[in-house]
């Protein structure tokens, strides 16, 4: 009976070696809030598995500027199919690096700004800002210069490996010009710490270690739908607030072609969108048929929006990051 025993055990094994070895994986790179179980990941590899015919595997690689670090590094050998989590300040650098593909894919987007890229697609968009607690900071500054001028601590993430760092080097240029230095030297004394990534920081801020923290116009919207807690809310600035939109593209050297393309078709139908603003907390790219969720109405609206185009941030990002290092290393 033994021998019976293991070769059917063995035809069993090798049985579902063959099944898995049939069913296809997608890789995509994103952002660890993204794969986390409280951000949008659970949801949409739940969702893409049940039209797919296949295995999303969502891998977490830091923050969202680290994404572009990795895909660097790794180059034409990279796993990745897909990679989700990029925004216009880095579009312009991740085309240079020629991994990309064109994405072929026409659509009609709700952003802000007019879409055409044939590399990468919108998969959200938000403002940031600087976020505060109500009964914490109950007048909180309604400018770089009255931030300057405060006794306030902020938690900010370094550009180098975060998307919302690098947007406010951005946000600071874009308002400020030649004059950034002199916000920068001006802003050092008010940051507490500076964090790797989004996340990081923003449990500074929800711990009480800081009164005011980098984060988005649309972030008190998770205190209110998912908490009920009115008490968060985002500082509207006098200079405008810098747009951020996030992004994915597929890969040229995937070799999952035509499923990469059927995910970014898939990311920006309702399935998708609809995920969006409960979880990763931010405006969907198309807004779904059912609308947006009840307490995004109370969300400020920026007057002014602040962008620079992909080819021109990449230009003046070594600039505004050495302006960055220099005032916060005095």
């Known amino acids: 009976m033994r021998p019976y025993l293991i070769s059917t ?24 809030s993204f794969v986390s179980d409280w951000g949008p990941g659970p949801a ?30 790794e180059g034409a050998r990279t796993p990745a199919d897909v990679v989700l989590g990029l925004d216009t300040n880095l579009t312009a650098r991740a085309a240079e690096t020629g991994l ?6 026409e659509a009609e987007f709700d952003l802000p700004v007019a879409w055409e890229d044939g590399l990468f697609l919108p998969f959200d968009w938000g403002y940031f800002a600087f976020v505060h607690d109500r009964e914490q900071v109950p007048e909180p500054p309604r400018s770089f ?13 370094d550009p180098r490996s975060s998307t919302p760092g690098l947007g406010l080097l951005m946000w600071v240029k874009a308002a400020f010009g030649d004059e950034a230095p002199t916000i920068w030297e001006g802003l050092a ?17 929800t711990s009480g270690e ?10 008190p919207a998770y205190h209110l739908i998912a908490e009920g807690d009115d008490s968060v809310a985002a500082a509207a600035f006098e200079e405008g607030h810098y747009l951020q939109v996030e992004v994915a593209g597929k890969l040229e050297g995937s070799d999952q072609p035509e499923l990469a393309r059927d995910f970014l078709e898939f990311m920006i139908s309702d399935a998708f969108q609809e995920i969006i603003p409960t979880t990763n907390w931010m405006y969907p790219a198309v807004v779904p048929e059912a609308g947006l969720p009840e307490g995004f109405e109370t969300l400020i609206e920026p ?28």
């Open 100 to 105: 990309f593909a064109p994405h072929g894919i």
């Open 9 to 32: 055990t063995a035809a069993l094994a090798l049985t579902g070696v063959a099944a898995a070895a049939e069913t296809p994986v997608l890789t995509v790179y994103t952002y660890d």
């Open 303 to 330: 007057e002014r929006a602040l962008l620079f185009a992909p080819e021109e941030a990449a230009d003046l990002r070594d600039d505004a990051l050495a302006e960055w290092l220099a005032a916060l290393s005095q």
């Open 44 to 73: 949409v590899r739940e969702a893409f598995e049940a039209v797919c015919d296949c295995e999303l595997d969502l891998v977490g690689t830091g923050d969202g500027a680290a994404l572009l670090a990795r895909l660097q590094l």
């Open 145 to 157: 210069a009255e931030l300057i001028a405060s006794d306030l601590s902020i938690a900010i993430q």
């Open 210 to 219: 800081v009164d005011m923290v980098l984060s988005y116009t649309t972030s």
């Open 189 to 205: 004394p008010r940051v507490l710490t500076v964090t790797r990534g989004w996340s990081e920081s923003y449990g500074l801020f």
